[in-house]
Structure formats: C-alpha cells, structure tokens
C-alpha cells in the first residue's frame, strides 16, 4: 500500500476533501508543534498556533504553488505564525523570559561539569540559543531542509543560511566553552 | 587522511555544507565533494564528528517535546466544520467529534495510565484509516471501496503496559500489520492482520507466530 504524497493530498484539501486534511495533519502536526514550541517555548500556544497553521493550509490549500515542498510550506506558514505570536506578547512577559534565560544553569561551568554529561550541556546549550539560532539549527538538523528549503521558509538568500547556520553554530561552540566543553571550532 | 586542504576557500566551501551533509540533505554533487574533502582531510573529518554530535543531540532535544493533545486536532477540526461549506468533490463522512468522544470515553482509568501510547495509537489508527480509504480514490465524484468486511484476517491484541509506541509501530511494520479499530474495553485493538481471509489453521499458526514475536503483545486472538 502507498501513501498518497503530501501534494495529492493539497489538491484534495484543496477541493474540501477533510479526509485528506485528517491524513496530511496525522502526518505532520508532531514535527509543526515541535518546530513551534521551540520558537514560542511555550506549549499551550504552540498548540493554538498549530490548530491555525492548519486552518491556513485547509483555507489556502488551492493557492499552493508546489514549488517547494508540503513541509516546508508548513514550516514557512508555522514560522509567521510564531513569530506574530511572539511580537503580541508583553514587554513585561519578554522579560520574564529574558530573567529565565540567566538564571539558566548552563551558565555556571562548574555545575555543567558536574554533570559530566556531554550530551545534556549540549542540548542545554542548543536550548540556550537565540531564536534565530535556535530555528536554523532545527531547520537543518531535525527537519532535514536542505539550504534552498531553509532559504524558504526563512525568507532569506541560500549564502545567508549558510552564513547564519555558522554563526549559530559559533555561538553553539560559545556556550560550550562557557560550560566547560572546549571543542576548539568554529 | 592526514593532509590538509590546502586550498583555503575550498575548505571554508565544504565546511559551510558540513551541517547538511550530516543531515543528508546535499546534492549528489556537493555530497561526493564533502567526502572526498573529508577522505583527505584529517581536521575537516574531526570537525565533522563534532558536527554529528550536534545533529544528534538536536534530534533528542526535539523528540523529548513530547507532541500536542488531541485538543489541537478538535479544535481544528472545529474550525473547519465552521468554516462556510466550499465546493467539495469528494467529501467522506467521519464523524471526527463523535470518534474522538468515542475514543476518550472509552479510557478506562487503567488505560488512561497508558495514555501517551494510546493517543499515539489513536493518531496511529486516525492514519491508518484515512491512508488506506484514500488509496482507493478514483480521483472522480466517487470513493471506492475495494475490499469487503470479512474479506482480510483480523485479530484482537493488547500490548504490554511498558510497550513503546516505536515498539509498536515496529512490530506492525515488520508483520505487515494495521490496526483498524480500538481501543476497546480492556485496551484491546482490532488489527488486520493478513490482507486476504485465512483459513482457520493458517491464521491460528499465523497468530502463534506473531505471538513469539516478543515481549509486547500480553494477548492476542481471532477476530471478524
């Protein structure tokens, strides 16, 4: 048995098939809410904004174009999504948040070496990183987009993201000095 | 490989496709690029361990955010049944509200303690449904359905308490097996098992088989 393709299913959203919607949502809301709550940080409006990435898609199914894949279409659509979300937020929320984040205990070296666990200060390190860090980092990593995909869905030229996956990954190495793993590149 | 590149912008080229050749993402080209670099290039090799653990850890980080309730799906799917009726060529019944109220009424407080690998599985099942109704699709006015109740073997199968849903999806998988319907009183599960109707004592040495298959089915039987 072979699944229908991402795109067969658009066209049938496309014509009002909510079947087809059930499928391309089962296949795919996991990796949008996850790519999601890694922006907003937050799962109660990762969940929100997942419900409209698909609404979108449900709405807006015979305006895709099929120059780029479904899930990069979906990424691009979650992305925007997030982003507004985050510029309604509060001042005062954006700084409890900015207090979180130097509170993080990947910032004391000593407690990171305690740990001795290379693999936790990573992650801790890649959860430490900006948000534009943090979603290029993902976008190549996890969801496996090529650099024409994340030029996509970041709405950027391909040598920015090549530029800006170094950059994040310089911060990356940063932050892992600072807990106590000396890599020595980039 | 114990040389350098020597070519200073060749080697910042290939390090920048580094993540992606990690990731699997490059070209044919640049991939054959990056591991001909990295054959002779003991630096750049190092470099792209390091590279590996990053994508590594990354892919954990993503897969501990666990995934959203079914509460996400009814919203949506709300919406949509609000959502001023468009020119629908094909439109199938199901009645998602009525299966999702079916599907949390029917979580006894024993299954709810296994409520991770029970939402997964009912994604599992919403899929399975879904993906196989639609392969029959003619592309026309009209929804085919090819095969007939009782025309397949079923069975009925709980898993163990402790059984991952990558467990479970592994062993469908390698049995070639779909879950139809569930879960049932006691967690049980309708599956199918075979696409054609056995004979009774090739689904039964056929049910025997599956349940050697380890440690994850607790019970397992016929079914229509």
């Known amino acids: 048995m072979q699944a229908t393709s991402d795109e067969v299913l658009i066209g049938r959203i496309a014509s009002g098939d909510r079947l087809a919607m059930q499928v391309l949502y089962a296949r795919h809301h996991v990796r949008v809410y996850r790519f999601v709550l890694r922006l907003v940080s937050d799962p109660t409006t990762a969940e929100e904004l997942i419900s409209e990435v698909f609404l979108d898609v449900w709405r807006q199914a015979n305006r895709f174009e099929g120059r780029s894949a479904v899930s990069t279409w979906l990424l691009a659509i979650a992305r925007f999504k997030a982003l507004s979300a985050l510029r309604r937020r509060t001042d005062e929320e954006l700084d409890e948040e900015a207090a979180a984040a130097i509170e993080d205990p990947s910032d004391d070296p000593e407690v990171s070496l305690q740990k001795k666990d290379k693999g936790e200060i990573l992650r801790k390190c890649l959860t430490a990183l900006s948000p534009d860090h943090r979603e290029i980092i993902d976008l190549v990593y996890y969801h496996e987009k090529s650099i024409e995909e994340v030029a996509e869905v970041l709405k950027i030229p391909e040598n920015t993201v090549k530029t800006r996956m170094f950059y994040a990954r310089k911060k990356l190495a940063e932050l892992l000095k600072a807990a106590g793993v000396e890599r020595g590149w980039p | ?224």
């Open chain 2, 1 to 224: 490989m114990n040389t350098m590149l020597n070519n200073a912008p060749e080697r910042e080229t290939i390090e920048e496709l580094l993540p992606w050749h990690a990731a699997g993402t490059l070209s044919r080209r640049d991939a054959q690029r990056v591991e001909e670099a990295l054959a002779r290039d003991s630096e750049l090799a190092r470099r792209f361990e390091l590279i590996r653990e990053e994508l590594g850890e990354t892919i954990h980080l993503n897969e501990s955010l666990g995934a959203p309730s079914a509460r996400a799906m009814e919203k949506l799917f709300a919406k949509i049944e609000a959502e001023a009726p468009v020119a629908r060529k094909a439109s199938v019944s199901f009645n998602l509200g009525a299966w999702l109220s079916g599907f949390v009424a029917s979580l006894s407080p024993r299954t709810l303690a296994y409520s991770a690998t029970s939402a997964a599985l009912a994604i599992m099942l919403l899929a399975a449904v879904t993906v196989g109704s639609l392969v029959d699709y003619s592309g026309q006015d009209n929804f085919k359905t090819v095969s007939l109740p009782g025309d397949k073997t079923y069975a009925m199968i709980r898993f163990a308490p402790e059984t991952s849903v990558a467990d479970i999806t592994k062993f469908l998988e390698a049995n070639k097996a779909t879950v139809v319907g569930g879960p049932r009183p006691g967690g049980m599960y309708k599956i199918q098992v075979a696409e054609s109707k056995l004979p009774k004592d090739q689904a039964d040495a056929l049910l025997k088989k599956l349940q050697t298959e380890g440690k994850i089915i607790s019970f397992i039987a016929p079914s229509d």
